[in-house]
């Protein structure tokens, strides 16, 4: 009997779930698998693996009601367990239709050298590893398992210990579509991810900045590729002539949806001298109006907090951000209802750099919002953070708004609308300063991570070089 652990529903806090963790020898041997089978699955070629993919999302769809129903007793919410869902069939669609299109048949093309042509093949790494955090449990673990598989690697997943219910569901949806062996989901906590990242041949990490570090070193040591997509305290900017409610409502959605369990949630907010007043105003009046989850789970709009651990740093942050002065507008204290942890959209004023809030993540529906004098102010306060994922700025016009945009060292920065890069991922970005490293996870670029590429330069038998002895 393996090591065991016990999970926690997040509506109720008691601990109502017992998960098994894979030991290194188990980890070991679904790599063996998943490495024995990865030849076959790059020989069915892109057509063949997209049908396949198109199997899993079908088979994915069927089980939609009980993926929900799973996901809904991992983190407590309903609304976006749905939005997971939907999101995760439309990124299989996408990637099918693109697929063949980013993957094309390699042929050989004339080279600078006369009488010298190039055959540039991509190779997939065979076994990618995908390790994936609590606040989007399936979204995350799906966003570079579905790309990988099409460039025609196998993947072993290992989903966070804090929300591992669904696996079982995901498990069905790969027999249904017969992709055991070429994708693996591996139960267990981080022994266990630290045994996927000592055998697979690249890893795809989502989680936190202290975590990432150690899957950074631990695939350094062994000289594979890690891509890092880690931790965030995304500024929203808002100029003096922007639209206030429209920018209110943004950054309010932005900053609490999914109870601001979100990496590309805005946790800052900085908003010019003299709009300052009347935008909290109506920041505070929008979100006063956002319930919680409770007591039934299709109430309000906020589930629980949904991890216990997040419950102590959110409190931690506030308690440091009242004795250093700030004021809370609304929200501000962790209601315990029905066992699980609840927070009302929380707005706060009277903040500076020197507090907690706004230097280190929360991960929690809340908003600090301090007032900036001009533009060099805002950009010097919103770059003052040592993550740099995303950003949003919001003025009058598109042109004025990407210009602060243009100076904020972030990767993807929403102009007039904040955490859009949640909704569209089109667009290729990376992760700035301590918020991850590694090629674009989003755009045509993401599925060539998984490849690398191998070059026949061909002289034909009938040519001689020049610089032969
Ligand atoms: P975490 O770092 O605690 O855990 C993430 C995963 O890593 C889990 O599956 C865990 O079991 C595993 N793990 C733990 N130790 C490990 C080790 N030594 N080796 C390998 N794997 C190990 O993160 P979390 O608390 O689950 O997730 C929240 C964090 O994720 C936040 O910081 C959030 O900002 C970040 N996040 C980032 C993105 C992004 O795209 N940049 C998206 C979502 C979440």
């Known amino acids: 009997m393996g090591r065991t652990i016990d999970v926690r529903d997040p509506r109720t806090g008691r601990a109502d779930h017992t998960l098994t963790c894979a030991d290194a020898a188990e980890v070991g041997a679904a790599a063996a698998s998943a490495r024995a089978a990865q030849p076959e699955w790059l020989a069915l070629g892109v057509p063949g693996r997209v049908a396949a993919l198109r199997r899993f999302r079908d088979a994915l769809a069927e089980r939609g009601e009980a993926m929900v129903a799973a996901l809904v007793r991992d983190t407590g919410r309903l609304a976006v367990s749905r939005l997971e869902v939907d999101s995760v069939l439309a990124s299989l669609d996408r990637w ?10 390699p042929g050989t093309v004339p080279t600078s050298m006369p009488g010298v042509g190039l055959r540039q093949d991509p190779l997939p790494y065979a076994v990618t590893g995908v390790i994936s955090p609590w606040n989007f449990p399936l979204l995350l673990a799906m966003i570079d398992t579905v790309p990988a598989l099409l460039a025609g690697s196998a993947v072993l997943l290992k989903p966070s210990e804090i929300t591992p219910r669904f696996a079982a569901v995901l498990r069905d949806c790969v027999t249904a579509a017969a992709l055991d062996g070429v994708l693996g989901v591996i139960d267990g906590d981080g022994a266990t991810g630290a045994a996927v ?10 989680g936190s900045v202290r975590t990432g570090r150690a899957v950074g070193a ?8 890690a891509f890092l997509e880690l931790g965030g305290k995304d ?9 206030l409610d429209r920018a209110a409502r943004a950054i309010l959605y932005g900053g609490a949806v999914n109870t601001g369990h979100s990496c590309m949630s805005i946790e800052r907010v900085y908003v010019a001298e003299p709009a300052f007043e009347e935008f909290v105003g109506l920041l505070v009046g929008r979100a006063r109006k956002i319930g919680l989850a409770y007591p039934e789970v299709t109430d309000g709009e906020l589930g629980p907090v949904i991890s216990a651990a997040q419950v102590a740093i959110i409190e931690e942050q506030l308690a440091d951000a009242v004795a250093r002065g ?16 609840y927070l009302e959209p929380t707005v706060l004023t009277g903040v500076d750099h020197t507090m907690k809030i706004m230097r280190e993540e929360t991960f929690g529906p809340v908003l600090p919002v301090m007032p ?7 950009v010097a306060l919103a770059n003052d953070s040592e993550f740099g994922l995303s950003a949003a700025v919001f003025a009058a016009t598109t042109e004025a708004a990407l ?30 300063k301590s918020s991850g490293l590694g090629g674009s996870r989003m755009g045509a670029a993401s599925i060539r991570r998984f490849q690398r590429q191998r070059s026949f330069l061909i002289r034909s038998p009938e040519d001689a070089a020049p610089w032969w002895w």
Do not use: M, W, Y
Request: aromatic content about 6%; some cysteine; hydrophobic content about 40%.
């Open 218 to 225: 631990a695939a350094a040591a062994r000289f594979i590729p």
């Open 197 to 206: 990242v000592g055998t697979v041949d690249l890893v795809c990490f989502t």
């Open 372 to 378: 900036f004098s001009g533009t060099d102010e805002a």
């Open 326 to 341: 700030a004021t809370v507008h609304c929200g501000g204290e962790i209601r315990v209802l029905g066992g699980g942890s």
């Open 96 to 105: 099918c239709d693109r697929a063949p299109g980013l993957l094309p048949e």
């Open 235 to 243: 500024p929203a900017i808002v100029c003096a002539d922007a639209d």
């Open 403 to 432: 210009a602060v945009g243009e100076r904020l060292e972030a990767g993807g920065i929403s102009i007039n609308d904040a955490s859009l890069t949640g909704f569209v991922q089109d667009g290729e970005k990376n992760a700035f």
